[in-house]
């Protein structure tokens, strides 16, 4: 590996570890094992590095995103993006917690993009299948929506220790899923 990458990959480790607020270049080069003006060398900044490790995150997020992804029917494939997003943030939520507060802020980030235009290219195959039930682009603030909402219970378990919220029970979650999608859809015809 070489040293942009590892010091990329020390920044993920830290922030899943002990989140985007415990993140400094001391601590990067530490895990890293390299001085400071190696890491300004490559990143100018810390913010530099800050925004590459989210970039690669949104690239791994991405990736998990598209081998999850195996059914040919576009609303069995929604839901089944609908839980890896939603599985992403459960089992990194401290990672996800930072990738949506640079995405908030107005971060350009390419593979967030085209994570929109995935979903948005399954609306459109629901849709050209007849299976829509509602405007594109509302449907699409549907999925997100609930998504985001069922990963914010993992994050407030994660992040909130002091909030007893407990594990967030899977039954609810899979409900909110299905509720979107209902709200989406039409019913399948019989065959």
Known sequence: MDTKT???????????KEGAAAFSTRAVCDI????????YHHFRSADGLL???????FEQFLSSKRAAIRSTDPVAALIEGWDNY??????????????MARFLSGADLPAAREGQAMLRQRIAQIEAAGRLAIAP?????????SANS???????TTLQPGVDM?????????RLRDGAVQ????PALPE
């Open 183 to 186: 709200a989406i859809c039409t």
């Open 6 to 16: 590892a010091l990329v990959a020390a920044a993920l480790t830290l922030i899943e």
């Open 137 to 145: 682009e509302a449907a699409v603030q549907v999925i997100w929506a």
């Open 86 to 99: 939603v599985g992403f943030a459960a089992a990194r939520p401290r990672l996800y917690a930072a990738m």
């Open 51 to 57: 925004s590459a490790a989210i970039a690669e995150a």
């Open 166 to 174: 407990g594990t967030p029970d899977p039954v609810p979650i899979a």
């Open 32 to 39: 890293a094992k390299v001085t400071a003006p190696t890491l």
């Open 150 to 156: 069922a990963a914010l219970l993992f994050l407030g």
